[in-house]
């Protein structure tokens, strides 16, 4: 198992920034790709980056291209997201999410590829 547990959710304005951290611990040689997913109220869970295991490849849906980066630490098991130019619409609880390589490869941005997923952190941007 793997225990992911996201950091650095909170308050900004329009225009802002903030920078999210998941940790990952447990059988964590056997997390591949991570990724970061949002959900707003009423709305449904919406993919916003992924990585790959060695960290060369990122993906992102248009919405936050230009905008958000998305990094990994291998050796501290970590995945970041920083959010830049911050909006009014990226308000959302935001989710760290893993592929456990064992189960199988995931197809970057689909919910059901990752295996593992945090509890959430709270982004709320004011405009």
């Known amino acids: 198992q793997v225990q992911l547990v996201e950091s650095g959710g909170g308050s900004v304005q329009a225009g802002g920034s903030l920078r999210l951290s998941c940790a990952a611990s447990?059988?964590?040689?056997?997390?591949?790709?991570m990724a970061w997913f949002r959900q707003a109220p009423g709305k449904e869970r919406e993919f916003v980056a992924h990585?790959?295991?060695?960290?060369?490849?990122?993906y992102y849906p248009n919405s936050v291209k230009g905008r958000f980066i998305i990094s990994r630490d291998n050796a501290k098991n970590t995945v970041s997201l920083q959010m830049n130019s911050l909006k009014a619409e990226d308000t959302a609880v935001y989710y760290c999410?893993?592929?456990?390589?064992?189960?199988?490869?995931?197809?970057?941005?689909?919910?059901?590829?990752?295996?593992?997923w945090g509890q959430g952190t709270q982004v709320t941007v004011s405009s």
């Open positions: 990585i790959t295991g060695s960290g060369g490849v990122t």
């Open positions: 447990g059988r964590t040689d056997s997390v591949y790709a």
């Open positions: 999410a893993a592929n456990d390589a064992r189960l199988g490869v995931t197809t970057p941005g689909r919910p059901s590829g990752y295996h593992y």
